[in-house]
């Protein structure tokens, strides 16, 4: 036996709580959970510690008489060396931290032998830094002799010593899937530290065991033993080392990731979001640590199908991990995993498929073919395999990574059952229903068991059960398992009362949620077609699952504008404007922090670690505000949360809001059909049209190059029309094909024509029909589809049957009536028109326009490169933006209409976005924009619509020249009408969007009743000839409805129309956008 010192070694490094950071991250970072320790267990080591204690006392005495020098020399050397290691290891330089305790171990070997504790400490501080590595092996190698060695001596310190090299080689052994030896162990090791709570260090070392117990009993699906040893680990770190210590953001981590599984994802988020914050302040640069976090944060959002901010997460992890050990690391390669599962559900299938072998070959090489995390990377592959349409060639994969798993961890665990349900997905996509409905049905069985039956993953598992029905022809069953799917949702969605902060942005898998309720109304279908006694149940069955598939920010945003209005006095409505406001704040910051985690590879919102301090803290105040305000609300006004909610509408309700003149009508556009509710007061029709969503795309594009002449000035659009059979044949009129937009018609309306006759029709679109102008379709077959100016004056167009409106969902309707009064503001219109983008231009264009008076609008150049970072591109904007002098006179007609006053037109350089946000707006009826409207997905850097204002001098935070959906939801209107005659504002930001732009949205939220809002860009004389018509009707007969207002006006343009003036795109770009009622 070698010398002993209890001074020397890793029992010196456990004094220094600096050095202690080496030796902790490694239990920090457990991906693996366990149990707490036995009494029985923990009062044997007090017995044997309080023993050897006064042993120890004796030894120190007798050293003291004759003092070892050289030892108490080694000692200071170890925490030199120890010291440089961890110094290296932060800096990310593991192989010199590597290369520094090697060296370490050498010496200590040949100058105090291979059984000395000093040695035996060299090879802890080895076990754990291969641990970190991965290096597991080797890992082991150096735990195992560590202990060996100190089982030599019986003193405190050495005993103390040992419990560390057990929870070394707890994890060493996870990492080969040795499970149930290292618990054995992770549980020595926590027993040993509660007896020697005296020592200064010891419930931080005692905190990140008992992390490391957690984090196995999770990793081994005993989520309920894991949350309650993970919660004392948290406790233990948050009094020892503080609540933005890095030992305890590593717990916060732990937490994270088991809220995430065991079905909480708002606690989820928010842990992930603090241990984030606590790592980007600790851990300075991008370091793995960080990497880690970030990539399980953005691997939870993909689980939550919030896809749209996370590949730049993951970006900036994969860049860090490379910096840090390479491309070809284990460790790298988890970051692989989670970009390759985020491709995959964006269709970017080669893509993924590429990672993912990538991802698979590393883990291969560095776990074993055979271990239970090379399992995981697996299943993305075979999943990716089954998209692409590879059934046969992802049948093995599968069924090797459940045979792994299930050798691993057990049949019953929830790895297990993912396992299993992957292989059910490949049998359904296969067509083999019956190995699909065997292998489901055990998922299920699987994952109720684990996870519990009310957990999303149940929900995933009855959606694809009802799938396989349908696929089967078993309607009744897919019922069954849909509407289980359905309840799951339900029990776990927010039903907080009062304000959210979150939002939507807080909901349960939306993608999931519009899958399952698409799929409800198809079941609903089916089921009526083979039994029509149940039909009319069926028909209300399918129209509220349609109804949730289609949930909307915008139909949210009407609700929100509806409770305020149902206060019942000023003082209330103010106080909910404000709250709503903060919590409309809380979302946008949020939104802003979580694109600033992608780093440089953000392309929307680029921050600093230092900047996203000052968000979390902007966010932890409005926090405390939105509570404080819940408080009073909960008070004074306690029918808020049911006011604000969108909760769907049965047809019994529908038909108490409707006026005998009235029909709602709402679209279902899904892949291979549409289907078409229509409800009056006099009953309810439904019907499937058989038309898959690419044709029915195909069709509103055809229709949109007949309407747009920008269509036709863009290079690439261009192409795509005359790809789609059009030409440009005629100097005045757009080809704009009559025998399609009758075809449109026909499929959509003709079924429900008797229904709907002589009604006003309120319309809920969806998918590709956001997009389509309902006003000019074609009720009877053209005899000529492409006719010229005479035969589209007579054409039999839909609004000289109906007057028509939008609204974004059913659920609105209902938010609308309760406030159809009208605007008690006392001036009749404010508008802003003619904005200078470019001055030269602008006095170009002026004289152009003054000479020839072109009515049509010059074109807008190319919406791409117009930002720059996060900041406006103002000489790209004013290149880009083509200038607008006629609005001028458009906006200038439409005021002395209604009597407006001069000082209310906003004209030219002071129509900027600092004079929209000074003014007092909520004093007009009426808010009139003549200007561009830029929509996000057309525009490079633009993360959200805007309206394009008079372009300051340099660009500040109040003002860059464009007026943001988020900046229009901060304006106060009272309006009963907001008018954007600008471009492409009713429809969403691409085909298949919401069924309005978030500029609609926003002026909703800000309070306007209802929008006149354009499909396209608006011929100036036709603006002025519509808008001004319109509100004259209104004016003239108040109680005529909006919609029936615009349809007088665009017939009276329709019959008194000559060339140009008598195509839809002349007449028919605007549509009312809210209630159909005046009051």
């Known amino acids: 036996m070698g010398n002993h010192s209890h001074a020397s070694g890793l029992e010196g490094v456990m004094l220094k709580p600096r050095v202690l950071i080496l030796l902790l991250t490694f239990l920090a970072l457990l991906l693996v959970p366990v149990a707490d320790q036995a009494a029985g267990q923990e009062s044997f080591f007090g017995r044997q510690f309080r023993k050897l204690e006064q042993q120890k006392n004796q030894q120190q005495r007798r050293l003291s008489e004759k003092p070892n020098e050289r030892r108490k020399e080694a000692v200071a050397e170890n925490l030199a060396e120890k010291n440089r290691a961890l110094e290296l290891y932060n800096d990310g330089r593991y192989a010199e931290a590597e290369a520094v305790l090697k060296r370490l171990l050498q010496r200590r070997t040949s100058e105090f032998g291979a059984n000395d504790s000093l040695t035996a400490a060299a090879h802890n501080n080895l076990a754990f830094l291969y641990n970190y590595l991965r290096r597991f092996k080797e890992a082991e190698h150096h735990a195992r002799r560590m202990i060996a060695v100190l089982e030599g001596f019986n003193d405190p310190d050495s005993i103390a010593g040992k419990a560390t090299g057990y929870a070394n080689l707890a994890r060493a052994l996870i990492g080969q899937d040795k499970f149930a030896e290292a ?77 995430a599984l065991r079905g909480r994802p708002a606690e989820a988020e928010d842990r992930f979001k603090r241990a984030i914050a606590i790592m980007e302040k600790l851990t300075g640069r991008d370091r793995s640590e960080l990497a880690e976090v970030l990539v399980l944060f953005a691997d939870f959002y993909v689980d939550q199908g919030r896809l749209g901010e996370v590949e730049p997460i993951f970006k900036r992890a994969i860049a860090a991990y490379e910096a840090a050990h390479g491309a070809s690391h284990y460790i790298t390669a988890t970051a692989y995993i989670g970009l390759g599962k985020f491709q995959l559900e964006t269709g970017r299938l080669d893509e993924a498929e590429k990672l993912l072998r990538q991802a698979l070959a590393i883990y291969e090489r560095a776990k074993g073919p055979g271990n239970s995390e090379t399992a995981r990377v697996i299943v993305s592959l075979g999943n990716t395999l089954v ?33 299993v349900l992957a292989l059910g997905a490949m049998h359904l996509a296969a067509g083999r229903l019956n190995d699909a409905a065997a292998m489901l049905s055990e998922a299920l069985r699987l994952t109720e068991k684990t996870l519990g039956a009310e957990h999303l993953k149940a929900a995933q598992i009855h959606f694809q059960l009802g799938s396989l029905h349908l696929n089967a022809g078993r309607s009744e069953a897919a019922l069954a398992s849909l509407q289980r799917a359905s309840q799951i949702l339900a029990a776990r969605a927010d039903q907080t009362a009062g304000l959210s902060a979150r939002g939507q942005r807080g909901e349960v898998n ?69 709250g709503q406001d903060i919590a409309n704040r809380w979302q946008e910051l949020d939104k802003e922090l979580t694109q600033g985690l992608g780093g440089d590879y953000s392309e929307e919102v680029r921050s600093t670690p230092r900047e996203r301090v ?77 038309v898959d969503e690419a044709k029915l795309a195909r069709d509103v594009e055809k229709l949109r190059c007949g309407l747009e002449a920008d269509a036709w000035l863009d290079p690439a659009r261009n192409a795509r029309c005359k790809e789609l059979g059009l030409a440009l044949t005629s100097a005045e009129l757009l080809p704009y094909d009559l025998s399609v937009a009758h075809a449109l018609y026909a499929r959509l309306f003709s079924p429900i024509e008797s229904l709907i006759a002589g009604k006003s029709l309120i319309m809920v679109p969806s998918g590709p029909l956001t997009s389509l102008s309902f006003h000019a379709l074609l009720t009877e077959p053209p005899t000529n589809a492409l006719p010229d100016a005479a035969g589209y004056k007579t054409a039999p167009w839909l609004v000289k049957r109906h007057a028509l409106a939008v609204i974004p969902s059913l659920p609105s309707l209902k938010a609308l009536r309760l406030t159809a009064k009208v605007s008690s503001a006392p001036k009749p219109l404010i508008g802003y028109a003619a904005p200078v983008f470019s001055p030269e231009a602008q006095q170009v264009a002026t004289l152009t326009t003054a000479s020839t008076k072109r009515a049509l609008r010059s074109p807008t150049r190319s919406f791409t490169s117009f930002f720059s970072g996060n900041r406006a591109n103002l000489e790209a904007l004013r290149q880009g933006l083509a200038p607008l002098p006629e609005t001028e006179d458009e906006l200038r007609r439409v005021a002395k209409s209604l009597n407006a006053a001069e000082t209310d037109l906003v004209i030219g350089p002071s129509a900027t976005e600092t004079a929209v946000k000074q003014a007092r707006l909520s004093d007009f009826r009426i808010v009139y924009f003549a200007t561009h409207g830029l929509i996000a997905g057309e525009v490079e850097g633009l993360s959200e619509p805007a309206l394009a204002m008079t372009l300051p001098k340099a660009t500040s935070e109040t003002d860059d020249g464009l007026l943001t959906a988020s900046e229009v939801a901060r304006l106060k209107l009272n309006a009963d009408w907001v008018v954007l005659s600008a471009c492409n504002t009713a429809a ?23 929008l006149l809002v354009s499909h396209w860009r608006v011929n100036s004389e036709a603006a002025v000839k519509l808008t001004t018509a319109t509100f004259s009707a209104l004016t003239a007969k108040p109680e005529l409805g909006r919609a029936d207002a615009l349809r007088s006006a665009m017939l009276a343009v329709i019959a008194s129309s000559e060339g140009e003036s008598s195509h839809p795109a002349y007449w028919a770009p605007f549509v009312v956008v809210g209630d159909n009622r005046a009051k």
Do not use: C
């Not at 045979?403 to 665990?413: F, M, Q, S, V």
């Not at 019942?568 to 909910?576: H, I, K, S, T, V």
């Not at 309700?653 to 006099?682: C, G, H, S």
């Open 614 to 690: 000052a968000v979390r803290k902007e966010l932890d105040r409005l926090n405390v505000e939105i509570g404080d305000l819940n408080r009073r609300l909960g008070k004074e006004f306690p029918d808020y949360a049911a006011l604000a909610r969108s909760d769907p509408l049965g047809v019994a309700d529908i038909q108490a809001l409707l006026a005998p003149d009235e029909a709602a009508i709402a679209f279902l556009t899904l892949e291979k059909a549409t289907y078409v509710w229509a409800v009056t007061r006099e009953g309810t029709k439904w019907h499937r049209v058989e």
């Open 988 to 1010: 969403g930001s691409k085909p298949g969007a919401e069924a309005l732009s978030g500029l609609a949205r926003a002026f909703f939220y800000a309070g306007a009743r209802a």
């Open 510 to 578: 939306p993608r999931l949620r519009r899958a399952i309720h698409s799929a409800i109304a198809v079941a609903a279908w089916q089921r009526a077609s083979e039994n029509s006694a149940l039909e009319s149940e069926l028909m209300r069955q399918g129209l509220l699952a349609a109804q949730l598939a289609q949930s909307t920010t915008t139909g949210a945003a009407v609700s929100q504008m509806s409770a305020r209005f149902a206060a019942g006095n000023d003082a209330l409505a103010e106080l909910l404007r404000n």
């Open 183 to 259: 618990e054995s162990y992770f549980k020595q090791g926590i027993a040993i530290y509660a007896v020697i709570a005296d020592r200064s260090h010891s419930p931080q070392v005692r905190g990140s065991m008992i992390h490391g117990l957690g984090n196995f009993y999770m990793h081994q699906g005993r989520l309920a033993e894991a949350e309650a040893v993970l919660g004392k680990a948290l406790a233990i770190q948050e009094k020892k080392m503080g609540s933005d210590n890095l030992w305890t953001g590593r717990v916060v981590r732990s937490l994270a990731s088991l809220a």
């Open 387 to 419: 998209a692409l349409g590879r059934v046969e060639e992802a049948a093995p994969l599968l069924k090797r990574a459940l045979d792994i798993r299930e050798k691993a961890l057990g049949r019953e665990h929830q790895l297990t059952a993912e396992s």
